[in-house]
């Protein structure tokens, strides 16, 4: 293995440990706890992990952690006015509801129901538009996690060209509006299934970002040497082990960095949502935010 592996658990407890430090200065100085609140449909084993993860970090950072567990019955009517309540709750600072709902409940009037100044999941789409304008409020939070972790590793993105695999809202689409931002400054190919002779396209990359969800879809044929390869892919393989959309032994051999799964992008996932809501606490009582 040639690639250097970047370590994003490492980070992420960095990067936790420094967002509990000023939760308690906050704390201390303005009496001021943020808080968050997790809002699980039924009872899907993957969303029961997340929605755990999530409430054990929150309350190791020293915030307030709500979670409302609501019966997989619950009615479109029910959840969006949960939505409501926490929307009045002052002392709730971000919320999130935990995707995917049961197949009956419409997810999207849900997310534009969370205020923007709550909307620490960054799923409203007067979230998404201010992004799009280049005056954003909150950033999506795997995305935020992956330009946390370019900066870490010295990724130079200004001129660079990135190439991501995968299009959808909750990575793929706003992370092309991050890193074309005035800051970043990147070249952005947004890839997907139907984009012709992927494996060429890819190998133009300096940055390659995989989040299509697909098993092993990147192997050396996409990468050139020296390219920087970030897995954001999370699949279970039938033996129930936790890999990424990149075939990680063959690939760092010929990358010049790597994120590993699990251990990469994933713990920056929670952490960036803990940021966004320390951010929320600051910005709802008119104190600078980050």
Known sequence: ??????????????????????????????????????????????????????????EKAGMLSRQLRLPAETSQEDLEQVVHELNDDDAIDGILVQLPLPDHLAPRPVQELILPDKDVDALNPYTAGRLAIGDPTFLSCTPYGVLEILE????????????????????????????????????????????????????????????????????????????VVIDVGTNR????KLVGDVAFDEVAEVASAITPVPGGVGPMTVTMLLQNTLEAARARRGLPRR
């Open 1 to 58: 293995m040639s690639a250097r592996v970047i370590d994003g658990k490492a980070l992420a407890t960095e990067v936790r440990e420094r967002i509990a430090t000023e939760v308690a200065a906050l704390k201390e100085e303005h009496g001021i706890v943020p808080g968050l609140a997790a809002v699980l449909v039924g009872d899907d084993p993957a969303s029961e992990v997340y929605v755990g993860m999530k409430h054990r970090a929150t």
């Open 237 to 240: 393989t039938e033996d129930g």
């Open 152 to 227: 870490h590793a010295g990724v130079q993105t200004a001129g660079a060209e990135v190439v991501i695999v995968g299009r959808s809202n909750l990575v793929g689409r706003p992370l092309s509006v991050m890193l074309t931002l005035k800051g970043r400054d990147a070249t952005v190919t947004l890839a997907h299934s139907r984009t012709r002779d992927l494996p060429a396209v890819c190998r133009r990359a300096d940055v390659l970002v995989a989040a299509v969800g697909v098993a092993g879809l990147i192997t050396a044929e996409y990468v050139s040497p020296g390219t």
